[in-house]
């Protein structure tokens, strides 16, 4: 396969991923209007509220996290490649964002006390992540769907329950969770060599016999190392 027609493949195999987790992030948000409309009823003064709801905000909602669902992917794409370090560099960088944004209180005016908080945070996200990554059974995929799927409905759990209309950051963090673990599946097919199966993609310059003819008809294949 030429470098043209291998970089067309990438794209697809990219766009595929994508609009994936997006389709899945649309399920998660009709599964919400439909859990709100059922247990929170008593607070609506009718049926037209969920309507505005199902029509105007969940479709805002949409349009507002879908550009991050390319960057779902390329850490799904991450974690397949076994990709520990960089997995737990981003892990440890988020945990030290949230760490700043729920520790703005008085509690944790004094740079003593939320400086070794922010650090502490930062190396137990990057360490939890990189052992994650290391020790994830990438070959089992439906039991990684049903760890994402548990993870992400008891982070929308905590979401709605937990510090209710505080801490902004701790609410932002909670739905990153919800949507990076409620996409369709982990990652693209496939382990590092160090797992199972991985992806083998096509060499771009693919050897031709003297009589004109491909030695290999397939123009790529899976294959398990």
């Known amino acids: 396969m030429s470098a043209p027609d291998l970089e067309r493949t990438r794209g697809a195999a990219l766009l595929a991923d994508v609009g994936g987790v997006i389709a899945a992030w649309i399920g998660l948000f009709a599964i919400e209007n439909l859990v709100v409309a059922i247990v929170w009823r008593e607070q609506f003064a009718g049926s037209w509220e969920m309507g505005h709801a199902r029509y105007y905000l969940t479709p805002i909602a949409l349009a507002a ?4 669902a390319l960057v779902t992917v390329l850490v799904g794409r991450l974690v397949a490649e076994r990709r520990a370090r960089v997995v737990a560099a981003l892990a440890g960088s ?3 964002a949230l760490a700043l944004g729920v520790s703005e209180g008085r509690h944790m005016a004094g740079l003593a006390v939320r400086a070794p ?4 945070a ?5 360490s939890v992540a990189s052992l994650a990554v290391r020790r994830a059974p990438l070959d089992r995929p439906r039991t990684l769907a049903a760890l994402g799927a548990s993870a992400a409905a008891l982070a929308w759990c905590a979401d709605a329950m937990v510090l209710t ?6 609410h932002a963090a909670l739905l990153g969770i919800t949507l990076e673990r409620g996409r369709r599946r982990p990652c693209p097919c496939a382990t590092s060599a160090r797992g199972g199966a991985s992806p ?3 060499s771009p ?3 031709w016999p003297s009589d004109g003819r491909r030695t290999h008809p397939e123009p790529w294949s899976a294959t398990t190392t």
Request: aromatic residues 14%; neutral net charge.
């Open 200 to 202: 083998s993609w096509p």
């Open 165 to 170: 209309a505080l801490y902004p950051a701790f």
């Open 205 to 207: 310059s693919p050897s």
């Open 117 to 120: 908080f922010v650090v502490v």
């Open 65 to 68: 996290v879908a550009p991050l």
């Open 122 to 126: 930062g190396v137990v996200a990057a």
């Open 94 to 96: 988020a945990a030290v």
